[in-house]
């Protein structure tokens, strides 16, 4: 992943650069020799500020924060989002504005600072609905099942507007379910750290349903190495901007208990409790085409990155 003789070091911004996919990604860009600035609301959680990182503390609702930030920068990585998938219906107008609004006014201020590439991460469980086929395809319909899915579709069409009408060069990529460091247990979404968490803490793993959910899981490692192969993609005029990154192979959350059972030191209790409709049957990725595109793949099996996780997460002394 090593940059070549003949690229240099690009000026990126990482907006939501403090969260658990974005800490993970500027450690993989400073580690590339890339110049890094963070936009986020708020610090992060489980990680010190890294010398030679410009850290702007704003929002992407306050648009003068955004036109600040986009100054002199080659790659945007778009991470930051307002709403979940499980609660965006609760208030859809609400996702709409903070998302699609805020987001269009970016892809404005990219455009007009000359900003070379932006990589959004779209979501790659939630824009297509209940699937037809698995592993799912980019070509597969989109039917959403939550406002959530529906936003981050509707953003992927304005990045596609701004490249046909002023030449806005972008990627995106529908990411699966990434778990791994920097990842916070006690969050509402990311069932990896929270079960983890559970498990360190003594406290029983609640299952929604009867388990046999599955879910497509991705490293964060890969992940990112999978953000940065999207930045550095330079694509041909018919080639495709939508990539899906997940790991290819899909595990029930019954599974998922159960490797995660071979990998910790301590009991493992589980609850089952009611079903959400918000979670479809099933959702696996096709990352066929990132793989021949990117040139990417990923590297780490579910058993193997959840050993890693479970490091970092016991040094956290949850207990």
Request: glycine residues 8%; proline residues 6%; hydrophobic residues 35%.
């Amino acid at each position: 992943m090593r940059k070549t003789e003949h690229q240099r070091a690009m000026k990126t911004l990482v907006i939501g650069g403090n969260g658990f996919i974005g800490t993970n990604l500027v450690d993989l860009l400073l580690s590339q020799g890339h110049d890094v600035r963070v936009l986020d609301r708020y610090p992060s959680r489980y990680k010190e500020p890294i010398a030679g990182v410009e850290y702007l503390v704003g929002d992407l609702g306050n648009h003068g924060e955004v036109h600040d930030a986009v100054q002199g920068i080659d790659w945007v990585f778009h991470l930051a989002y307002t709403t979940l998938p499980q609660t965006s219906n609760d208030d859809p107008v609400y996702d709409i504005r903070s998302n699609i609004g805020d987001t269009v006014q970016l892809l404005q201020e990219c455009r007009q600072v000359n900003v070379k590439k932006v990589i959004f991460i779209s979501s790659g469980g939630t824009v297509y609905g209940v699937p037809e086929q698995s592993p799912i395809p980019e070509e597969h319909p989109n039917e959403p099942t939550c406002s959530y899915g529906i936003s981050k579709l509707a953003i992927e069409k304005y990045l596609n507007l701004f490249h046909k009408l002023w030449g806005l060069e972008y990627v995106v990529a529908r990411l699966s379910n990434p778990y791994g460091r920097q990842q916070n247990p006690n969050a509402k979404q990311g069932a990896v750290a929270v079960f983890l968490g559970n498990a360190a803490s003594g406290k029983p793993i609640t299952i929604w349903g009867d388990g046999e959910v599955v879910r497509d899981y991705i490293y964060i490692d890969d992940a990112v190495k999978a953000l940065l192969a999207a930045a550095e993609y330079k694509p041909g005029v018919n080639d495709p901007r939508i990539f899906n990154v997940g790991a290819g192979c899909g595990h029930s959350l019954n599974q998922l208990v159960e490797t995660i059972r071979k990998v910790v030191d301590v009991p493992v209790k589980v609850n089952y409790t009611e079903s959400r409709p918000v979670d479809v049957p099933a959702n696996v990725l096709d990352v066929t085409r990132a793989a021949k595109h990117l040139k990417w793949k990923p590297e780490v099996d579910l058993e193997q990155g959840l050993r890693e996780t479970w490091k970092w997460i016991r040094s956290l002394n949850l207990v």
